[in-house]
């Protein structure tokens, strides 16, 4: 089975950072992307950003596509979350997704982390 690892949640202030990081262990795909999806009290489970583990192209959400970064790193098998200028409704659960595509003739299945709690105050 394929384990999801995230870490570096934790309360910041409004205009603060944090780094989140997802550790994958398990089984190996040959084609996937690594990213983070939040949850806010009360919401659905919305994208955040993601990165293709073999081509490193990026995609972001509006709303934190010029705060957020995402990089990975191959050798540790992980992505992180850089994230900057951080607002009150960032404030959610952060899960790490990874997305696997068995083809294209089929639908990607994703796999989820445990969720990591990030707190913004005002």
């Known amino acids: 089975q394929v384990q999801l690892v995230e870490s570096g949640g934790g309360l910041v202030q409004a205009g603060g950072s944090l780094r989140l990081s997802c550790e994958v262990s398990g089984r190996t795909f040959s084609t996937f992307d690594l990213g983070w999806y939040r949850q806010a009290p009360g919401k659905d489970r919305e994208f955040v950003a993601a990165?293709?583990?073999?081509?490193?192209?990026?995609e972001y959400a509006a709303s934190v596509k010029d705060r957020f970064d995402i990089s990975k790193d191959n050798d540790k098998n992980s992505v992180f979350l850089e994230m900057t200028s951080m607002k009150p409704e960032d404030t959610a659960v952060y899960y790490c997704n990874l997305k696997w595509y068995p083809g294209s003739d089929y639908q990607p299945f994703n796999y989820w982390g445990q969720g990591t709690q990030v707190t913004v105050s005002s």
């Open positions: 990165i293709s583990w073999s081509a490193g192209t990026t």
